[in-house]
């Protein structure tokens, strides 16, 4: 189970917390998977940058994260328990280890390792908290820090799992201690990782947690009957953006593919990596509400699609994007124009969210990020290919992608012509259409000014 940090934000979320692991002990063997509280890794990352600007205020930064936790600490536990005094001796260690890192910060060159260090600190503490807090329930339990327990590649900020090697880590260390003692709860930090070879610390990027519960779900599934719960804000995914959509309904069940869908265009509930990873391993997963954990209302993912006589699963869009054409009078093959585009792309960090190529061969259009529109602008305008004598270059940054999503649009006959017909209909301009051979959604590129509508007008037409 993975608690995030809107589930962990101060003491009454604590004790809901506790509740809710008390609903399943006894039923099931319990790995917990916990953030940093709320707002605390946005602390340490103001902390690492002040003190590589050697600025005054990074003091203060730190006795506010120690004032917080200590406040938790006092609010959760009788001071005259155990429990209390080791955490207490484990917030004033860690806070004098990141002073110490601070000062080390000053005397050698910054760097996004010393950085992955200084915020792994936040589910450390924040884990070692609820550890301490469920012993003094009643509730056996034992700290894990998940450096001890899972390998990554060393791309530090962004490392992705070593699956095989965190596998054979964890039936080593964990395993026989869920075989031993089944009744005892293992808390684990989430969202951090080490390498392989030098055990340095990293983070697995945006959703780590998520994707650090998944991990270990994968690690464990020969072993155990495993399924993961991530326990969220929200009842589960909906079939359309509830701020945009005038009406939307909880998706009960829905396959891996087809979430991996949902969170690439827009849905940010769970990161599409870490459902990939409990898609390899077969392992079903359930969205539940932190708020309401007795609820039959939340989302089953399962590697297999489910049948319920809608093709369409939902409807979703990317608000901002900019759209970049490039157009030529000759007939230059794109084969190689479109690898040598991709490659300049990617070699300055430039992510395409979708393609649309002429079949004239002589235009290719892509979406990218609004935010790198002017980077796009430049690299190719002072390209000696693109920019100075082959190609006209046309960038628009006021469009929107919208896409109806589920399996086996591509083979159901009259979504593409329903798509097209409902927003004409409704005097929506289809700019450009991307449809991947996934088989999973059919993309339309439109104005900006148009996508409310257009969430809207496609939602009646296909969910309702």
Same mark, same amino acid.
């Given at each position: 189970?993975?608690?995030?940090?809107?589930?962990?934000?101060?003491?009454?979320?604590?004790?809901?917390?506790?509740?809710?692991?008390?609903?399943?002990?006894?039923?099931?063997?319990?790995?917990?998977?916990?953030?940093?509280?709320?707002?605390?890794?946005?602390?340490?990352?103001?902390?690492?940058?002040?003190?590589?600007?050697?600025?005054?205020?990074?003091?203060?930064?730190?006795?506010?994260?120690?004032?917080?936790?200590?406040?938790?600490?006092?609010?959760?536990?009788?001071?005259?328990?155990?429990?209390?005094?080791?955490?207490?001796?484990?917030?004033?260690?860690?806070?004098?280890?990141?002073?110490?890192?601070?000062?080390?910060?000053?005397?050698?060159?910054?760097?996004?390792?010393?950085?992955?260090?200084?915020?792994?600190?936040?589910?450390?503490?924040?884990?070692?908290?609820?550890?301490?807090?469920?012993?003094?329930?009643?509730?056996?339990? &034992?700290?894990?820090?998940?450096?001890?327990?899972?390998?990554?590649?060393?791309?530090?900020?962004?490392?992705?799992?070593?699956?095989?090697?965190?596998?054979?880590?964890?039936?080593?260390?964990?395993?026989?201690?869920?075989?031993?003692?089944?009744?005892?709860?293992?808390?684990?930090?989430?969202?951090?990782?080490?390498?392989?070879?030098?055990?340095?610390?990293?983070?697995?990027?945006?959703?780590?947690?998520?994707?650090?519960?998944?991990?270990?779900?994968?690690?464990?599934?020969?072993?155990?009957?495993?399924?993961?719960?991530?326990?969220?804000?929200?009842?589960?995914?909906?079939?359309?953006?509830?701020?945009?959509?005038?009406?939307?309904?909880?998706?009960?069940?829905?396959?891996?593919?087809?979430?991996?869908?949902?969170?690439?265009?827009?849905?940010?509930?769970?990161?599409?990596?870490?459902?990939?990873?409990?898609?390899?391993?077969?392992?079903?997963?359930?969205?539940?509400?932190?708020?309401?954990?007795?609820?039959?209302?939340?989302?089953?993912?399962?590697?297999?699609?489910?049948?319920?006589?809608?093709?369409?699963?939902?409807?979703?869009?990317?608000?901002?994007?900019?759209?970049?054409?490039?157009?030529?009078?000759?007939?230059?093959?794109?084969?190689?124009?479109?690898?040598?585009?991709?490659?300049?792309?990617?070699?300055?960090?430039?992510?395409?969210?979708?393609?649309?190529?002429?079949?004239?061969?002589?235009?290719?259009?892509? !979406?990218?990020?609004?935010?790198?529109?002017? &980077?796009?602008?430049?690299?190719?305008?002072?390209?000696?290919?693109?920019? &100075?004598?082959?190609?006209?270059? &046309?960038?628009?940054?006021?469009?929107?992608?919208?896409?109806?999503?589920?399996?086996?649009?591509?083979?159901?006959? !009259?979504?593409?012509?329903?798509?097209?017909?409902?927003?004409?209909?409704?005097?929506?301009?289809?700019?450009?259409?991307?449809?991947?051979?996934?088989?999973?959604?059919?993309?339309?590129?439109?104005?900006?000014?148009?996508?409310?509508?257009?969430?809207?007008?496609?939602?009646?037409?296909?969910?309702?």
């Amino acid at each position: 189970m993975k608690f995030g940090g809107s589930c962990l934000q101060d003491a009454r979320s604590y004790t809901q917390t506790a509740e809710i692991i008390r609903i399943y002990i006894g039923k099931s063997r319990l790995v917990i998977v916990a953030s940093a509280m709320k707002d605390i890794t946005d602390k340490l990352i103001d902390f690492y940058v002040k003190t590589c600007n050697e600025d005054l205020g990074c003091e203060s930064i730190l006795n506010n994260i120690n004032s917080i936790h200590r406040k938790l600490i006092e609010q959760l536990m009788n001071f005259e328990s155990i429990e209390y005094e080791k955490s207490i001796i484990f917030l004033k260690k860690n806070i004098e280890e990141l002073t110490q890192l601070g000062h080390v910060i000053k005397l050698i060159r910054p760097s996004i390792e010393i950085q992955d260090l200084i915020i792994s600190y936040g589910e450390k503490l924040s884990t070692f908290i609820l550890t301490q807090y469920l012993n003094s329930l009643g509730i056996k339990s &034992k700290y894990f820090p998940s450096n001890e327990l899972i390998l990554t590649d060393d791309n530090f900020g962004n490392a992705l799992p070593l699956l095989n090697d965190t596998e054979a880590l964890i039936n080593e260390d964990l395993v026989p201690l869920l075989k031993s003692e089944p009744d005892l709860t293992s808390c684990i930090t989430g969202f951090f990782a080490s390498t392989k070879e030098d055990k340095k610390i990293t983070t697995l990027g945006r959703g780590g947690t998520d994707l650090t519960a998944a991990i270990i779900a994968y690690s464990l599934r020969n072993i155990f009957d495993t399924r993961v719960i991530y326990w969220k804000d929200v009842k589960g995914l909906l079939d359309a953006d509830p701020k945009i959509s005038k009406k939307t309904s909880l998706l009960k069940q829905i396959s891996y593919i087809e979430a991996k869908e949902l969170s690439f265009f827009g849905t940010k509930v769970l990161h599409p990596l870490c459902l990939d990873v409990s898609e390899k391993g077969n392992v079903p997963s359930e969205i539940r509400s932190f708020n309401e954990p007795d609820s039959d209302e939340f989302t089953t993912i399962t590697k297999e699609s489910v049948e319920d006589g809608n093709v369409i699963k939902a409807i979703t869009s990317i608000y901002k994007l900019s759209m970049v054409t490039l157009e030529s009078d000759t007939m230059i093959p794109l084969s190689g124009t479109a690898s040598k585009l991709f490659s300049l792309l990617g070699d300055n960090n430039v992510n395409l969210v979708f393609i649309s190529q002429s079949s004239s061969e002589n235009n290719i259009t892509f !979406g990218i990020d609004f935010e790198d529109s002017k &980077k796009v602008s430049f690299l190719l305008r002072n390209s000696d290919l693109f920019g &100075k004598n082959w190609f006209r270059i &046309k960038i628009n940054n006021d469009i929107s992608l919208v896409a109806v999503i589920g399996a086996g649009v591509l083979h159901t006959p !009259g979504i593409a012509g329903k798509v097209f017909t409902t927003l004409g209909n409704n005097n929506i301009n289809i700019l450009a259409i991307a449809q991947g051979s996934s088989e999973l959604n059919f993309t339309a590129i439109i104005e900006r000014k148009d996508c409310v509508k257009a969430i809207n007008v496609l939602y009646d037409a296909f969910i309702i």
